[in-house]
């Protein structure tokens, strides 16, 4: 498995997009590339992708959204929001 991401050619952006009858409203987050104090947050993985997580862990391409920023996924907190979050 091999990482995507040299900045000449991609750049990786998080956020959520929430659509109501006042019109479309983009929140973005800041990312940053997974270390030791995350993984110790991260559920234990299935026996199925184990070995996967540890490879992406090994070869540091798993990408982490910064704590500060979880609560703003949740939005405006309304129920006629559509909300869509895209990494």
């Known amino acids: ?3 995507k991401s040299d900045p000449s050619f991609v750049e ?3 956020y959520v997009k929430e659509v109501n009858a006042s019109g479309k409203f983009y ?9 030791e104090n995350d993984f110790k947050h991260f ?7 184990e070995k ?9 391409i798993l990408w982490c959204l910064d704590p500060s920023d979880i ?3 949740y939005g405006r907190r309304t129920m006629d ?6 990494f």
């Not at 929140?27 to 270390?35: I, L, V």
């Not at 559920?43 to 992708?49: F, L, T, V, Y």
């Open 43 to 49: 559920h234990p993985p299935s026996k199925q992708i």
């Open 71 to 73: 609560g703003a996924l």
């Open 12 to 14: 990786w952006t998080a």
């Open 27 to 35: 929140t973005y987050f800041e990312m940053h590339k997974c270390d």
């Open 52 to 60: 996967t997580i540890s490879n992406l862990k090994e070869k540091k």
């Open 1 to 3: 498995m091999e990482e």
């Open 81 to 86: 929001n559509f909300r869509k979050v895209s």
